[in-house]
């Protein structure tokens, strides 16, 4: 089913390309309901996809009826109207529908949570570079009823040398590591890459796929640590996602990326060992369907000396490779709709036979992303020197000191019993006031985090 809910947004993606003509925003909502009639068998599965907005602008549907059988594949069948009231409700809040497919798969398989969760994660990885549509998924499983709703938070727009400009759902929801109440940046901020050309491999185009294919790479870090610059941080994860030209995300193929860990120069990165831990979908981390997770050798954290609040931000870096096809002898379609399934039938094959470019240009992005990890532990242990120098000249001078009212009084006021004790609580005060100094920055979106113990007026008085 999944199969043929992608099939049908390719569709409505390479239809409304028409908006591009008409300077209409790729903005809308969509509806994927899959439901089951009373009575029925476990053996049929029906479901309606419905849009409306401006992403499918120019779409009729009875000029599709026979596009729709080729492309939907024969294991599709007709199936029965759905419940008026399930369209209703979503024409209410998003308008009139421009397109309404309804259709059946027979045996279809089991039902399951874990099914219905690999289905979610699709639709919201579908959403993440198509931030502008709201979506709904429903499912009417013989008399169980469930609905999510995915829509962005904060958005941000990202032009592309060759495409339409992308609509990407930026919204960071991982919270903070620590215990620290403050304003932190929930926004991502996504950085336009490299764009490469690849070669298509001879057994791609026997079967038809010619033209000119390339790769445009988006990255995205998070959570935003820009407005506290000495804070520590840490690259301990990379996830890669895949889009076909249609902007319709497709999977990557595991056997090229599984291999891609022993091609990178860590020495040149700077990083930890990267490891391929998985291709599927975490319950934490659902976006990541049809992607594949790397995660990174840490760094030794086993120092009894050192505070765990002192432990750095874990960031993750998110790679988006968008698929960019074109060919001057695909004009219908059906062509197009069959180059697609070609670029995913043969997505390892060409990944494959490109692969020191891709290989290439996955270490220039991890290499700039650690370029800049790099620049803020250079800047924290300038000033953790300094912070040294102010620690052992206070230490001077309370210990030479003669005058015991004044010891005491130092004593007492940082809540210690003698110099030793002093030495590691200063330090710590000015660790804690230096990492947490806010310095605002355009373009972030702060919040606050809730729920939390210290704020930003203890740090300020602490200072």
Request: proline letters at 6%.
């Amino acid at each position: 089913m999944l199969r043929e809910i992608r099939q049908v947004l390719r569709l409505i993606q390479l239809m409304g390309k028409q908006r591009k003509r008409s300077s209409l925003k790729n903005t809308g909502a969509l509806l994927v309901l899959l439901w089951t009639e009373k009575g029925s068998s476990h053996q049929r599965l029906n479901c309606t996809v419905a849009a409306a907005g401006s992403w499918c602008f120019g779409i009729e549907m009875q000029t599709l009826q026979a596009d729709l059988k080729k492309v939907l594949l024969p294991d599709v069948w007709p199936c029965p109207e759905p419940d008026p009231e399930e369209l209703s409700a979503f024409t209410d809040l998003y308008g009139s529908l421009k397109f309404l497919l309804n259709f059946q798969m027979k045996n279809p398989g089991h039902y399951s949570s874990k099914w219905q969760a690999h289905v979610k994660a699709f639709l919201q990885t579908f959403g993440l570079t198509n931030a502008g549509i709201r979506i709904q998924l429903k499912f009417k499983i013989h008399g169980q009823k469930s609905q999510h709703d995915f829509s962005a938070f904060l958005i941000s727009k990202v032009a592309l040398s060759v495409q339409p400009p992308l609509i990407l759902d930026v919204t960071c929801s991982a919270q903070p590591w620590c215990n620290q109440r403050g304003l932190w940046c929930q926004k991502g901020h996504p950085v336009v890459g490299e764009r490469f050309p690849l070669g298509i491999p001879p057994k791609a185009m026997d079967q038809g796929l010619f033209g000119e294919l390339s790769v445009q790479i988006v990255s995205l870090l998070s959570p935003c640590v820009l407005q506290y610059p000495h804070l520590p941080t840490e690259l301990s994860r990379m996830q890669v996602l895949v889009f076909s030209p249609s902007n319709v995300p497709v999977s990557a193929p595991s056997g090229f990326f599984q291999t891609l860990p022993v091609a990178l120069d860590y020495q040149h990165l700077g990083l930890g060992r990267m490891h391929c831990c998985s291709s599927k979908a975490s319950p934490d981390d659902p976006v990541h369907s049809d992607g594949v997770v790397f995660t990174v050798e840490r760094e030794n954290w086993d120092d009894p000396e050192r505070q765990p609040s002192h432990l750095p931000v874990q960031q993750s870096l998110l790679v988006l490779l968008f698929l960019q096809h074109s060919d001057p002898f695909t004009s219908e379609l059906t062509d197009k709709m069959d180059c697609e399934l070609l670029l995913e039938l043969h997505l390892e094959d060409i990944l494959s036979n490109n692969r020191q470019a891709v290989t290439s240009a996955l270490q220039a992005e991890l290499f700039n992303t650690m370029k800049a990890l790099k620049e803020r532990k250079k800047k924290r242990e300038k000033l953790q020197s300094a912070a040294e120098v102010i620690v052992s000249a206070t230490i001077s001078i309370v210990s030479s000191s003669s005058n015991m009212d004044f010891r005491n009084a130092c004593l007492k006021h940082m809540k210690v019993r003698d110099t030793h004790e002093l030495s590691a609580s200063l330090r710590e005060s000015l660790w804690r006031v230096s990492s947490w100094k806010r310095l605002p920055k355009v373009g972030c979106y702060s919040a606050q985090v809730e729920g939390q113990a210290a704020s930003n007026e203890a740090v300020r008085a602490e200072i």
